[in-house]
């Protein structure tokens, strides 16, 4: 829908910006994003609760509905409050019920408080399990990864706080240094410390390394990661007209930031090898070639893709351009993307009955990740890099409002480079229409409770 607007204003002749305005579509658009990548991560942790304490902690089920209820509440609400406030349904209160206007934060402060709230709870559904595990456990090394899993799961509600000193009468200096504490440090930064903790966790799980070989890579990598991913965040700080010295330190520190989760990536790549070769039967081939999937879009999309734009002299000319949008695209639906799929089959592929998992359903599952990752490369690589590349071009020809233009899309290049994406977008939605498909399975081969 976001990309016909920017060629035709419309989508295929239907008026649909009249009841759908561009700002609607692209608010939804990034927070469908974190809500469906939160959801999948909020599931996964309660999975985990009782694989590693042996059991299902009493009434847990009760605070699992409430969350998954309150999750409804937030998502549906808060998306309702942005519609009607840009269509000025919603005047009075807007700040509070509508669309707060920051991207990354365009929840209403009211949903965003609820959003904490629910997240507070999802870690209480944790400790329910975790600290009873940790105090039970003999195994000291186990009893770590338990730990750090439980302190992941601590700072995704506690870096997204930040999100609170933004107010409607808050100065912008100060109110874009807070919201890149969300985009840089809670989504980049914190999302990616979980996951490297959580793929630590499934390694294990898997088979594919051992505790303590994984504890001991998990320390350095969460060094690295929060150490470069702080400082790192200074690289934004050109907006705020900070010292100069953030954006030498920050451009570097950034670029720094995938090393982790590509050495993990590699090592669970090293121990898959070892299967392969033994003709041993590895009966998570789904979730490996994602994970594989989430290695290579780290170092494309997030690295060099973000490596590519985050200098600052480079930044000042392209903000926001499609060279912006090959990095997110890049970032987000390949890494934490691919990573939430992963994930996703990890756990269907343990609460569902081995009958699914014929070599029918694991060649599905292969076919919808080559189709994911050919669609997601020809978005990012065949359209918006070279539209990026014109934009910049026409910023420093022509001045960076010049290039923002919608004129700019009716030039004939960019007009048929964005009618290009769809080829990439029918393909990418074709995987994406396959997992649906496997995922609805699923739910007809899910075992039976055993409560005892």
Avoid at 305 to 326: D, K, M, R, S, V
Wanted: glycine share 8%; charged share 10%.
């Amino acid at each position: 829908l976001m990309a016909h607007y920017y060629v035709e204003n419309e989508f295929f002749g239907i008026p649909l910006q009249k009841l759908f305005p561009f700002n609607i579509a692209k608010t939804w658009h990034l927070q469908l994003v974190i809500f469906w990548v939160a959801t999948i991560w909020l599931a996964t942790g309660i999975y985990v609760v009782p694989r590693v304490l042996g059991k299902e902690p009493k009434h847990q089920g009760k605070l699992v509905d409430i969350l998954f209820i309150a999750l409804l509440i937030v998502a549906g609400g808060s998306m309702l409050g942005e519609w009607g406030n840009i269509l000025g349904w919603i005047n009075e209160k807007w700040w509070l019920f509508g669309h707060f206007g920051w991207e990354y934060i365009e929840l209403g402060k009211f949903w965003q408080i609820l959003f904490i709230i629910g997240m507070i709870l999802w870690m209480v559904i944790l400790a329910r399990g975790f600290i009873p595990a940790i105090k039970l456990g003999t195994d000291q090394h186990r009893n770590r990864l338990i730990l750090l899993l439980f302190i992941g799961a601590i700072a995704i509600p506690l870096f997204y706080l930040a999100s609170l000193f933004i107010m409607p009468n808050t100065h912008v200096t100060f109110a874009d240094y807070w919201r890149w504490w969300i985009v840089h440090l809670w989504v980049e930064g914190i999302f990616e410390a979980f996951a490297v903790i959580l793929i630590g966790f499934l390694m294990v799980d898997m088979k594919l390394t051992t505790i303590r070989s994984t504890i001991r890579a998990l320390y350095f990598q969460i060094i690295l990661l929060l150490g470069t991913g702080i400082v790192g965040m200074g690289h934004h700080y050109y907006w705020q007209g900070d010292h100069s010295i953030w954006l030498a330190l920050g451009s570097s520190f950034s670029a720094l930031e995938v090393v982790p989760l590509c050495l993990l990536i590699w090592e669970a790549y090293t121990h898959y090898r070892v299967y392969k070769f033994s003709k041993i039967e590895f009966p998570y081939k789904g979730t490996f070639i994602f994970l594989a999937s989430t290695g290579l879009w780290n170092a494309l999309g997030a690295g060099a893709l973000g490596f590519l734009i985050n200098a600052p002299a480079i930044n000042y000319f392209e903000h926001g351009t499609q060279w912006t949008a090959a990095h997110a695209h890049g970032s987000m639906a390949g890494v934490y993307g691919m990573f939430s799929i992963a994930i996703l089959l990890y756990v269907l592929r343990n609460i569902t009955r081995s009958e699914l998992w014929t070599r029918r359903t694991e060649k599905w599952i292969s076919i919808a990740c080559w189709l994911l990752n050919i669609g997601l490369a020809g978005m990012v690589l065949v359209t918006l890099l070279p539209v990026g590349y014109i934009q910049l071009k026409d910023a420093l020809e022509h001045g960076y409002w010049h290039a923002r233009l919608p004129e700019f899309y009716q030039q004939d290049t960019v007009f048929w480079l964005m009618w290009g994406r769809m080829p990439w977008d029918l393909i990418f939605t074709a995987g994406v229409i396959i997992l649906f498909v496997i995922t609805v399975r699923a739910f007809m081969y899910v075992k039976k409770v055993n409560n005892h």
